[in-house]
């Protein structure tokens, strides 16, 4: 879908938020490793135990892995090891497969908390450190560290409140790459949760209507504003707004199980308003502000590749925003040691390497309905040369 200009300013966002405080714990060597649990249902004959686990988690393994695991002692059939791969399955049999613990790739740890209360909590997420379990990274997780923490209330409230905060366990409502720095939204309550995420749902709904607003909408319920860094001189005719509406869709790809998502004429709606804050014609890249108007998934990262501008040291998106590898063959049927296929040699969403920082937000509070503005420091390229001096 096409893009259109304006010469429209970019909101600008109040004074950082400093770090209320820092918490995290180092990571142990290796995680615990992971059970997974499937009931038998046999709609004709009774599978095999390799029959079992080939047919139906191929993305997994290949066979000859799967077969690894059954000899290592790795599948439990109603509580009991089983080791031979042709053992037949009855109706019903609950059968359990445990992935050894495993030392996951390095990561961050510590968080700086720039907003808490007792329904929210909001932190700046540092760059490589995943969200939520996925792939590698199980345990090294944002999830992991907010339930490694005991959470207390800040603020004064009746006793049966109190204690009910005080067990509350915050996730976050949204999320960000595992190479994206900055906000990050986590709900401690219920009722926090239900209604942040009705919040971003709303957003993405708009966006759907393909409903263009030419300025910032006090309106609206939640608005998330990112820096990023991208290849190339973005229309260096002093034209300073960019909107892009190119839907997102998904694309078999090796290395991701459920499909990667690119720029797809058959894809669902998505909105980014990109304002330009500083060409770099030396470097010859351009810093933006980009406000998204939806949530799709690597949004950013696709819609700007799509304009010809891929995010700087984006190891897998680039112009057209497509992925810059893009094949469906399965495996050669190798594996790694615990049976599971090697890590694709090609980029996958997971890389790090782009520049793209959650740089603030406004939000209606979900229970105060209170509108607060959130802002997280920025790393110093992404800020522009007057931020810079400020500093100095």
């Excluded at 509580?79 to 042709?86: I, T």
């Excluded at 509350?168 to 720095?181: C, D, N």
């Excluded at 995420?197 to 504003?225: D, G, L, P, V």
């Excluded at 049976?339 to 520049?355: E, L, N, T």
Aim: hydrophobic share 35%; charged share 20%.
């Amino acid at each position: 879908m096409e893009h259109w200009t304006s010469d429209q300013s970019p909101p600008r966002p109040p004074p950082c938020n400093p770090p209320l405080y820092t918490f995290g714990r180092p990571w142990p060597e290796f995680n615990d490793g992971l059970s997974y649990t499937d009931l038998i249902k046999c709609s004709t004959s009774a599978p095999t135990l390799i029959d079992f686990y080939a047919s139906n988690y191929n993305n997994s393994a290949p066979i000859e892995g799967w077969l690894h695991r059954i000899r290592n002692g790795q599948i439990a059939v109603d509580g009991n090891v089983v080791r031979d791969p042709d053992f037949i399955l009855r109706e019903g049999s609950k059968v359990i497969y445990h992935r050894l613990p495993w030392k996951e790739p390095s990561a961050p740890y510590l968080l700086d908390v720039l907003y808490e209360d007792d329904d929210i909590v909001v932190i700046n997420k540092p760059s490589g450190l995943q969200v939520l379990p996925g792939g590698l990274f199980q345990q090294r997780t944002v999830l992991t560290q907010l339930q490694w923490r005991e959470w207390r209330v800040k603020t004064l409230s009746p006793p049966s409140a109190k204690r009910k905060a005080s067990q509350a366990h915050p996730v976050p409502v949204h999320r960000l790459g595992r190479g994206t720095s900055g906000l990050l939204l986590c709900a401690k309550t219920k009722v926090a949760k239900v209604r942040l995420a009705s919040y971003f749902a709303e957003k993405t709904a708009n966006a759907a209507s393909e409903r263009i607003e030419s300025e910032f909408c006090n309106t609206r319920q939640i608005s998330k504003f990112y820096r990023a860094l991208v290849t190339g001189i973005i229309d260096d005719d002093e034209v300073n707004m960019v909107m892009i509406t190119q839907p997102i869709g998904l694309v078999k790809y090796h290395g991701v199980a459920q499909g990667l998502y690119v720029a797809s004429s058959t894809g669902k709606s998505a909105m980014s308003k990109v304002h330009v804050l500083e060409r770099d014609l030396q470097r010859n890249q351009t810093l933006v502000q980009v406000e998204i108007q939806s949530g799709r998934p690597h949004q950013i990262r696709i819609h700007l590749a799509y304009i010809g501008h891929p995010l700087l040291g984006d190891p897998l998106y680039c112009d057209g925003g497509v992925p810059k590898i893009c094949t469906t063959d399965s495996s050669n049927g190798s594996f790694a040691e615990d049976g599971g296929y090697k890590k694709p040699v090609q980029p996958v969403p997971g890389d790090c390497g782009y520049h793209l920082h959650a740089h603030w937000l406004v939000l209606c509070h979900p229970t105060s309905n209170e509108r607060i503005t959130m802002v997280a420091p920025l790393p110093s390229l992404l800020q522009t040369q007057a931020e810079r001096s400020l500093e100095t």
